[in-house]
């Protein structure tokens, strides 16, 4: 993997480090419906206005999935509204080369919490999912994304 992609994606991800994140301000009205979600096989896709707390509401999911004792590690988040993803958003193999690189990096994780927020900024994120979604089992994909954009795809 390019070294620049890396440190944005360690730098996207402190709990590989046990590094403290943000995780917002509580919204359990939304929460426990999300959480029942995590087990399934479905992807999860969460989608709303704009800063209306879709990011949050995916740390807290992360916030939760560490406290159950999910390693750092099974985690990876991306979001696409950094820079440097943004170069590379034309990419319709950047994400699928990601996780294939995490889980050789990672060989023998249980399960692969896959955290996308901003997806819309991706425009292959569609059948990258569906390919995730249909042939790695190991993988769940946890979105989020602006309403509008989304709604256009």
């Known amino acids: 993997?390019?070294?620049?992609?890396?440190?944005?994606?360690e730098s996207q991800?402190?709990?590989?480090?046990?590094?403290?994140?943000?995780?917002?301000?509580?919204?359990?009205?939304f929460f426990p419906s999300l959480m029942q979600y995590l087990d399934a096989p479905e992807v999860l896709l969460i989608i709303g206005a704009r800063r209306t707390g879709k990011s949050t509401l995916l740390y807290q999911i992360i916030s939760s999935l560490l406290g159950?004792?999910?390693?750092?590690?099974?985690?990876?988040?991306?979001?696409?509204?950094?820079?440097?993803?943004?170069?590379?958003?034309?990419?319709?193999?950047?994400?699928?080369?990601i996780v294939e690189d995490h889980l050789a990096r990672y060989p023998g994780l249980e399960r692969l919490y896959l955290c996308i927020d901003e997806i819309q900024h991706y425009p292959s994120w569609v059948p990258t999912i569906k390919t995730l979604y249909d042939t790695k089992s190991v993988v769940k994909c946890i979105l989020t994304g602006s309403t509008s954009s989304?709604?256009?795809q």
């Open 1 to 9: 993997m390019d070294e620049k992609l890396q440190i944005a994606l």
């Open 68 to 97: 159950r004792g999910v390693p750092g590690r099974a985690i990876l988040f991306i979001t696409m509204d950094e820079p440097l993803l943004l170069s590379m958003a034309d990419d319709p193999w950047l994400i699928r080369r």
């Open 13 to 29: 991800n402190p709990w590989w480090f046990g590094k403290e994140f943000e995780t917002g301000v509580e919204r359990l009205s």
């Open 150 to 152: 989304l709604l256009r």
